[in-house]
């Protein structure tokens, strides 16, 4: 393998810029080619990075066999065919959140991949980000005891998606990050939602979803709230994060309160909860870009054969609970049934463990196979 490693750009839309600023900047990258259908785009770009060769044509970077990696950042609907055609072509590829349009796409991705001994990677940005690295820190260390609930606001106006709802389009930020901070995935998910815009496209979501021992986590999604809200609140037995990612300092907050109650009382008159209220503190947050420190690991991954953070799997699962948000939806709000709770460690942290569902998945709640193919 040569010592840069040659990388194209499919998508220049609203995130691929970003993608393509990025990968430029990696002294261990050429980016080498951009691909985009709209010729004004590509003129663009081209006048801001002229070494950069631009396509119109996908398959041009398909047949190029200098190419070691194809980033895909087109519409969702576009992810699953371009994938496994770039995955086909021997190309490494990376692929904007969510990984494609439904859990049988993305599972036909993850053992192309596999087959074709290549890296599939799924651009969940924020696991990259060093606020959300601390958290996780935080939380592994036990500082906040154990974690009772979630909460993910994630609001602004726009920007409105076609072929996507918001769920789609803005959830899979704060699932990924649920995931990442939890290490399980949830047994039953809930979602309520209302299409006030564009009808079949809800523009406002409630989502639940359902842990083993009495956790969940809320994610509200908004194309419709005049202020732009980026914030989660991890409540644990012992203390509360609150990370609001708009924030230009002190983008994580701890606070030493919580609540307790009595072990043990005669009666319901002696029952009394006991509330403390401690300090807050800030820790210190290192400002590096995650989309920078996310391409990066791209390419580390490639040239040391090492599995991403964020890899097809992480992504099945991510599309598993929003697939599933679609069905709720339909059925206005009913609860589906993923399955077992099942821990998702990382490979570096050793492998995974399975642990029972809660009692409260009931028997009737319907089902998402492994397999199931309701589409976003």
């Not at 840069?4 to 990968?23: A, D, E, M, T």
């Not at 609907?77 to 494609?100: N, V």
């Amino acid at each position: 393998m040569n010592k840069l490693l040659s990388v194209g750009v499919v998508g220049c839309g609203y995130w691929g810029p970003n993608l393509v600023r990025n990968f430029r900047s990696l002294p261990d990258c050429r980016l080498k080619s951009i691909c985009d259908v709209s010729e004004d785009r590509l003129r663009h770009l081209r006048s801001l990075y002229p070494e950069v060769e631009g396509e119109t044509k996908f398959e041009t970077l398909l047949n190029d066999t200098t190419l070691n990696a194809i980033v895909i950042a087109t519409s969702v609907k576009h992810h699953f065919p371009m994938a496994k055609a770039s995955l086909l072509a021997g190309k490494h590829t990376f692929i904007e959140k969510p990984l494609a349009s439904s859990v049988a796409q993305c599972e036909e991705l993850v053992a192309l991949a596999k087959k074709q001994g290549l890296i599939l990677m799924v651009g969940h940005t924020f696991l990259y980000s060093p606020a959300v690295k601390k958290i996780k820190e935080i939380v592994d260390n036990g500082d906040i005891g154990d974690i009772r609930y979630i909460s993910a606001r994630r609001l602004n106006l726009g920007l409105f998606q076609k072929d996507i709802n918001v769920a789609w389009d803005l959830a899979p930020h704060d699932i990924s990050i649920i995931l990442y901070i939890m290490q399980e995935t949830p047994y039953s998910i809930n979602c309520r939602g209302a299409a006030h815009i564009t009808p079949g496209i809800e523009d406002v979501t409630s989502m639940s979803l359902h842990f083993s021992d009495e956790k969940s986590a809320m994610i509200q999604s908004s194309w419709l709230d005049p202020k732009k809200v980026r914030e989660m609140t991890i409540v644990g037995s012992e203390r509360m994060i609150v990370y609001d990612d708009v924030a230009p300092q002190e983008k994580i907050k701890i606070f030493d309160v919580r609540v307790e109650r009595p072990p043990h009382y005669d009666t319901f008159a002696e029952f009394h909860y006991a509330y403390h209220y401690g300090d807050m503190y800030s820790p210190y947050i290192k400002q590096d870009e995650p989309l920078k420190a996310e391409c990066q690991h791209f390419l580390d991954c490639i040239r040391n054969g090492k599995t991403p953070l964020t890899d097809g799997k992480r992504g099945l699962e991510v599309v598993k609970i929003l697939e599933a948000s679609t069905a709720s939806l339909k059925l206005k709000g009913a609860p589906i049934e993923l399955g077992s709770s099942v821990k998702t460690g990382h490979p570096e942290h050793g492998h995974p463990s399975t642990s029972s569902r809660s009692p409260l998945a009931s028997s009737h709640n319907k089902k998402i196979g492994e397999s199931s193919n309701i589409a976003g």
